[in-house]
């Protein structure tokens, strides 16, 4: 019963900070190349996959800390959609697509919802991506198809700079890779606990900001950190922040050692990460007064980044599902 | 207490009614650049001609010369017509206008009364500071005199409309050696000076509200002080209590039909299993909660106004209607943001989407400008509640 | 176009005060006689009825006056069923039982929901009551029952200090008077105002309450209305009573203008001052410490009647349907 | 991080589940009174006949001499099998014990560690005073050295179980001229010395768990100071910690025991219109709420505990445990509450007003006793996070 990173882990989470830290150009969703290429060197496609399929054989608790440090950068970069294409590759044996995706040489789109008959999808992160990541969960099913520039119809202004959105015609689209059911929904539990995990390191984020400018900006002849309205909501972000990172450990090493609670907890992970990281964007913008809402401060990007990981794998009423139904 | 309207007031009421109705401009107006600001000069001098602007405001200076109630009316009429707001005006008929009919020389009222009311000058607020924030009384702008003139250095931040404008009020300080409130003067600066730079400032939902604006060696007239040298301070609270003023019924009644809309956008948009939104009880419930939050503020203001009408005094109510506002007023645009679900992941992706979410966006301006939530609640805990200082 | 209160109004208010100053014993639901009397004498239960049916013809937002000063009071005396009461009794023309509850003569207990077919019914403020107010919210009828002392089966123990509740037979009830359909909704709507009204007077109670003792309370050597954790609270107490106080005054005046709004703005009030006085009374045992929790200090009661209140007269499914049918 | 348990654990656990399976109290425990004392008396008295009382305090005691980890791992256990809690003994096994422990002398430990495990000696605490509240550091009792006693005079206030306890923890001040935190001195005191009065105090759900207790020249041997005289301080500190300390996971499962609770209490009643309450949006979202909190505060004390286990120091989520859980609980109880609609306006009106209403509006209680959630907020605030004092 333990529930503190290993050694490996907090390494592991360093390195993954170091890689971020030349990863974010200031503006624009496309992750630059050599950031892109050492992440896939440092195994953040493979790490989960196991050894026999050419992956690292790690938990998805180590994922989890990889993860954690991509949404505290408030990083662009369609981190999660490949790691999940990969998996979905690995999971129908297709080798060289797998082999592929994790290399870091194909990048996936991700778009939502059923897709039978529109042949106009909503698609994020289409610009440079060679395939699409087609999620539906409501059937549980996850399909792969073939994606080019081509394909994009119209390229809409995305509310995230982190990501872009795409109008995409599936017209002709070649399906690669399909799963279904009890596969397709353990690979959505995973994607539940990683973007919980972005969340979480969201909420975090926030919350370093918060403290960092409360203790050096002045107002009325004091460092802002020394009145309660600021400090007490200060003292709120750190509680609900630990709370987050913890919940995802536990969520994680929950799925991983196939614990009874596990998709209950995963559920309350991705919730209470979801309303910590909106909550602590929310409030780091008011604590950093007008210098928190201009376009230039890092702050609107963190709340950008909830509103979008928030909306996207298991939203909250499927949260709600699955922990009311719980008992 | 009556909502009735007497006779004076019914027939002021039934005069502005008929003519919005044939007046009020049947085509949106353009979000952004020279167009913007063209079709806002247009309405301004339509009701300049058609006897509507400055409803309260003296009779020699071009107003209509009527009393605070009929102001208000007007206010409030607009908003129902759905009129254009002020726009590029605001600060001109919000704040500049208003402190120099307190305030001003004959002479400033003069050059500046008409011509604001005539929609001939857009003007800016120039109060804040970098580092200075909410804290006013550590203003470190200097102007120093010499000669007719004083030579302002410094920069002034967060200056709505600053690109647009032509006049500014400034906040200065013109004794270095006085503590805080004192020593401060309020100064009105043409725009076009030689040494004013403006740099604009982009905000989160991406446009350009705001602007920092540097002064050089700007040489300003003592003639162009407003009240004495050293009376800023009190100045500028005159400025900002008119904030808080005749135009606040206007922009609650804005708000009250703000949540007309998301009503009605949960009333016909269906969630991802086809239901719709309003079916949803946590949904029906949050938008029971800002219409009946809606009712209370409308209700606040007006009590106020009755209470500034029947005692020509700004009781208390007053420091309470703006952070009421401002922070309903974010919680309405975000729940319209929510309702959109993925739709607003695109900010131009739908029509819903373009109206709700760079709105929502925009609105955490609301809790900070004009003073954030933290020193409106200072405000209300000491001067209103008696509470001691922290 | 005015919502500033008439001079005669604030003397009402005075008068009003100075009864109940009088009126709440510290423990216990029941009123004291005198001040009941003085109650009835100065009009409370007849200063809506018109004055061709023996009332004294003022407006509802005048007696709302009245009543958000029994709700400052927090006290205990079945004020607003008597008052309801006298209104059916006026309504079917029983001037007799209308005189006896308007001299306060008579007084009258109160229940909610569907009676038929129901001979046990849970009561409040039965004991010393003549006669009880049947509410049925859902099918608009009111109905005036006779009661007594031997007709409660049990006493039971009240969550609100303020109110009595107990177990009455309606086995062998009289049914004095009863009003339906339209008559029976116009009632409803001035109770729905005369309970926001009470629900305002609480959280204004709550509002001072807490400012006074913020004034006079240290701690780490200063008054406790110097840290911003208190006075913060305090000022989002004095905006909410305001608003409470401003909305029931707009709901009043537009039940009594027959404004084409009057319904949702009265469901309005009920909702906001219902979620003022609950938000208000919490936060004021909060301000207050330990001290705030013990039974000997009124803070327990201000929230005692605020749950009270808010789950009477038109409660929040009901408000919801009002404001979100609205438009 | 592993949620399963080692061999030796799981050894442990198995052990101690047969046990409580064997051992826990088929009837409930009774609300009050004298019945009350003896249930949990007895209830403490089998636990240490089993040896499971005291599982990480020293062997020699009497304590069962195992680790921390095993203390956690058997307050979790009992959790899970609705073990009672330790009811009158909370400060004796929480604060009392825990103290003596680390800053006990031989003798005081030999006097009462074993008495305490084998449910022998009930203890109350005497830090708070009319007065002084949160700000520990402002207390005034006085304490006089008058040869081998001190001689104290004052007053405690917010006493727990101070009407059934035979001793009290006491912080006193025996340097009048010492500033705030120093000058203190920690005493046990057993509370049938001459001089003392207990005071009861009711609290708004009618019950009455605390007490003001009066000190008129009571004489106390020197023997009973914990640590050095002036050293009370430091020694307070110890015990406040432990609160924080194993019994958080125990606590914790409790809370999420309740939880499941007030969702069954949601599947299974109907609203007014006969509709599941579970099935209205707005209540299934709120059951969702605390459901996802309970277990993300499950997850945080767990992260604390194995931090204490793997550094050997309490970490900084340690204060963060304390009122994450105050407030969650209070939501959670009034939840519950609300969830009972007009029923719970009588609280003996049925099985489950009787259940939730009072525990409700004792749960006030939670964000204010053992430290108000403002001054845990100022704890974190500069002690964790580094933010200047206000």
Not at chain 1, 298 to 327: I, N, S, Y
Not at chain 2, 4 to 13: A, D, G, V
């Amino acid at each position: 019963m333990d529930l503190y990173p290993s050694e490996e882990q907090r390494e592991l989470a360093a390195a993954v900070r170091d890689v971020l830290a030349g990863a974010a150009p200031p503006d624009g969703a496309t992750v630059r190349g050599d950031a892109w290429s050492a992440a896939a060197d440092q195994g953040w496609f493979a790490l989960g996959l196991a050894e026999a399929d050419g992956g690292l054989g790690g938990t998805l608790a180590d994922e989890a800390q990889v993860f954690a440090q991509i949404g505290a950068a408030a990083a662009a970069g369609p981190f999660l959609a490949t790691n999940l294409a990969a998996r979905v590759a690995t999971t129908v044996g297709d080798r060289a697509l797998a082999e592929g995706l994790v290399s870091g040489a194909l990048r996936a789109a991700h778009a939502f919802g059923p897709h039978d008959g529109a042949d106009r999808v909503t698609v994020f992160d289409a610009r440079g991506a060679a395939v699409l990541l087609l999620v539906d969960e409501q059937r549980s099913r996850l399909r792969l198809v073939r994606l080019a520039d081509r394909d994009i119809v119209d390229d809409l202004s995305p509310m995230d700079p982190a990501v872009t959105v795409a109008r995409v015609s599936l017209d002709r689209a070649e399906v690669l890779a399909e799963i279904t059911g009890a596969g397709a929904g353990a690979v959505l539990v995973r994607a539940s606990v990683l973007v919980a995990a972005v969340l979480s390191g969201v909420a975090t984020a926030a919350t370093s900001m918060s403290v960092e400018y409360a203790k050096i900006r002045e107002q009325f002849g004091r460092p802002i950190g020394a009145f309660q309205a600021i400090s007490h909501r200060c003292a709120e972000m750190a509680i609900r922040s630990n709370a987050a990172a913890a919940v995802v450990d536990l969520a994680a090493v929950s799925v991983d050692e196939e614990h009874p609670d596990a998709r209950r907890r995963v559920a309350a992970a991705r919730r209470f990460t979801e309303s910590s990281a909106l909550e602590n964007a929310r409030v780091n913008i008011q604590n950093h007064g007008a210098i928190g809402f201009t376009w230039e401060h890092g702050a609107h990007r963190l709340l950008k980044r909830a509103r979008f990981l928030g909306l996207g794998f298991q939203p909250r009423d499927a949260q709600t599902e699955v922990l009311v139904g719980a008992g | 207490m009556r909502l009735q309207l007497n006779t004076r007031e019914r027939e002021f009421q039934k005069r502005a009614a008929d003519w919005l109705a044939d007046n009020v401009p049947t085509h949106d107006r353009p979000p952004s650049g020279q167009a913007m600001v063209d079709f806002d000069r247009a309405w301004q001098r339509r009701q300049y001609d058609g006897g509507w602007a400055g409803v309260s405001w003296p009779s020699e200076f071009g107003g209509a010369g009527l009393s605070l109630t009929e102001q208000i009316l007007w206010y409030e009429r607009c908003a129902q017509f759905d009129a254009p707001e002020p726009g590029v005006f605001n600060i001109a008929l919000g704040h500049a206008g208003p402190t120099l009919i307190v305030e001003g020389s004959d002479e400033q009222k003069h050059d500046h009364l008409g011509p604001i009311l005539r929609g001939e000058e857009i003007w800016a607020q120039g109060f804040s500071e970098p580092g200075a924030g909410s804290d006013l009384a550590s203003l470190r702008m200097r102007a120093v005199r010499d000669g007719d003139d004083l030579v302002v250095n410094g920069s002034k931040i967060w200056t709505t409309k600053a690109s647009v404008s032509n006049w500014q009020e400034l906040l200065v300080r013109t004794d270095p050696d006085a503590a805080r409130h004192h020593g401060l003067s309020f100064l009105i600066v043409a725009l076009d000076t030689p040494g004013i730079e403006v740099r604009p400032i982009t905000t989160m939902d991406g446009d350009t509200p705001f602007a920092e604006v540097f002064y050089d060696d700007v040489r300003i007239p003592l003639a162009n002080v407003v009240g004495r040298l050293g009376d800023g301070w009190k100045v500028a609270m005159t400025t900002l209590g008119f904030e808080r003023g005749t135009m606040t019924l206007g922009m609650v009644i804005r708000l009250l039909k703000l949540i007309d809309r998301v009503r009605e956008l949960a009333a016909t948009r269906v969630d991802r299993r086809g239901r719709a939104m309003l079916a949803n009880d946590e949904v029906a419930a949050a938008i029971a909660d800002i219409e009946s939050e809606g009712v209370a503020l409308y209700a606040l203001a007006l009590a106020f106004v009755s209470e500034v009408v029947r005692t020509g005094k700004a009781g208390p109510k007053g420091s309470m209607v703006r952070p009421f506002y401002a922070e309903l007023s974010q919680r309405v645009k975000r729940l319209g943001a929510d309702l959109l679900d993925r739709e607003g992941l695109a900010v131009d992706g739908s029509a819903a989407a373009a109206e709700f979410v760079p709105s929502y966006l925009y609105s955490f301006a609301h809790t900070i400008g004009t003073g954030t939530s933290e020193v409106q609640r200072n405000v209300i805990a000491q001067r209103v509640l008696g509470l001691p200082r922290g």
